[in-house]
């Protein structure tokens, strides 16, 4: 007998979801490299590990942060992080790839500018954010997201297990909405 899955998942978010297992000894280690500038692909300086946003090969992205505003701008290949009350920080990645895959998860009142063309986002257990992103040329995939707003342009959108977002967006076909409630559409115009 052949059963299916307990729950589908693409292929790229289950490798994604083993590399976030393993994300916060890598951001140790990353901050440890961060001095070292002949290792290219990696992060440029950055004084404190708190800051350090997830970065993983061809992908990027915020985890566990809280009142705050993030952001990445494409074509300085600059990371922004303002927390309240605090300065700026502002990180350098060593790339100009723009088909990176951008992971957004456990954001609580953030709002996130996505100032770049991305391969895909995935947007998991966030909470009263307001996220903007530029073009997504694969799938935008909403997992666990409560009091959001998504504003983006994809090829693909998912949704699963979400209440009371709101959505302006504009996608080339139908969105995918499993086990949701209350979530409100508009259309982006582009």
Do not use: W
């Amino acid at each position: 007998i052949i059963c299916p899955r307990e729950k589908f998942t693409f292929q790229k978010y289950r490798s994604a979801r083993d590399e976030q297992a393993s994300s916060s000894a890598q951001r140790e280690e990353l901050h440890r490299d961060n001095n070292n500038e002949d290792n290219p692909g990696e992060l440029s300086s950055c004084d404190t590990t708190t800051h350090v946003p997830f970065v993983g090969e061809n992908s990027y992205g915020f985890d566990n942060k809280t009142n705050c505003h993030l952001s990445y701008d494409g074509s300085t290949s600059m990371l922004s992080i303002k927390e309240q009350d605090t300065e700026e920080h502002i990180i350098h990645v060593n790339s100009h790839d723009t088909s990176a895959n951008f992971h957004l998860s456990n954001l609580k009142n953030c709002t996130v500018t996505l100032k770049t063309i991305c391969g895909s986002l995935k947007i998991k257990n966030n909470e009263n954010c307001v996220i903007y992103c530029g073009p997504v040329s694969g799938p935008v995939f909403v997992e666990h997201c409560t009091n959001c707003t998504i504003v983006a342009a994809s090829r693909q959108l998912r949704i699963h297990d979400s209440t009371n977002v709101h959505f302006i967006i504009f996608v080339a076909s139908g969105p995918i909405i499993e086990d949701c409630s209350q979530t409100y559409f508009s259309r982006l115009y582009i």
